[in-house]
Antibody, heavy 122, light 111 residues
Framework: QVQLVQSGSELKEPGASVRISCKAS????????MNWVRQAPGQGLEWMGW????????TYGQGFTGRFVFSLDSSVSTTYLQINSLKAEDTAVYYC???????????????WGQGTLVTVSS | QSVLTQPPSVSAAPGQKVTISCSGS????????VSWYQQLPGTAPKLLIY???KRPSGISDRFSGSKSGTSATLGITGLQTGDEADYHC????????????FGGGTKLTVL
């Protein structure tokens, strides 16, 4: 069955970097896009962008350019989210979520990782 | 401020029916399919509805979705205490900053 397993919680100081991993199993990671979604404490879901895993081409959502990097290591079926120059407002749970194109032509996200809490604090 | 608008909370008694609304615009709901997600406390979201009204395999038929114009609605019948969760709508936005957008989420309380 499809599973997305993310790396564990992180505590970082402002200005540092963090890299979150998302290991896919139950399907070929290069046949479905991977989305990244942020959920700040007590808030809703916010789409950060997606990675075309077939050609390793990232698309970043509004507000997620510059400090955010999506990448893929297909040899280990793992996608990554790196956040540089961390700020306190980056404190949130980050989810990877598989993108799917349905027969209608619509796009959605179906399977989600369990989430990774990143806390930015001095 | 979320692009899609949902009520912050709804509540109903066990066994009753509840609906959750999701309002958008022509650049998102009006011209794209809507998905709904259930997020149980402390867990990741789970796909409940896609293409406005379709249920993935394994999702109970107590959950239904509909869309009209620039609004979508999630319906849940036969409410159970295990349905207490946050519910999020989502869709593609084809506007200037194209991308996936979500509602702010609705907290369902089963009294």
């Amino acid at each position: 069955q499809v599973q997305l397993v993310q790396s564990g919680s992180e505590l970082k100081e402002p200005g540092a970097s963090v890299r979150i991993s998302c290991k896919a199993s139950g399907y070929s990671v290069t046949t479905y896009a991977m989305n990244w979604v942020r959920q700040a404490p007590g808030q809703g879901l916010e789409w950060m962008g997606w990675l075309n895993t077939n050609i390793e081409n990232p698309t970043y959502g509004q507000g997620f350019t510059g400090r955010f990097v999506f990448s893929l290591d297909s040899s280990v079926s793992t996608t990554y989210l790196q956040i540089n120059s961390l700020k306190a407002e980056d404190t949130a749970v980050y989810y990877c979520a598989r993108g799917v194109r349905f027969s209608s032509g619509s796009y959605s996200v179906d399977y989600w990782g369990q989430g990774t809490l990143v806390t930015v604090s001095s | 401020q979320s692009v899609l608008t949902q009520p912050p909370s709804v509540s109903a008694a066990p066994g009753q029916k509840v609906t959750i609304s999701c309002s958008g615009s022509s650049s998102n709901i009006g011209n794209n399919y809507v998905s709904w997600y259930q997020q149980l406390p402390g867990t990741a979201p789970k796909l409940l509805i896609y293409d406005n009204d379709k249920r993935p395999s394994g999702i109970s038929d107590r959950f239904s979705g509909s869309k009209s114009g620039t609004s979508a609605t999630l319906g849940i019948t036969g409410l159970q205490t295990g349905d207490e969760a946050d519910y999020h709508c989502g869709t593609w936005d084809s506007g200037l900053s194209a991308g996936w957008v979500f509602g702010g989420g609705t907290k369902l309380t089963v009294l």
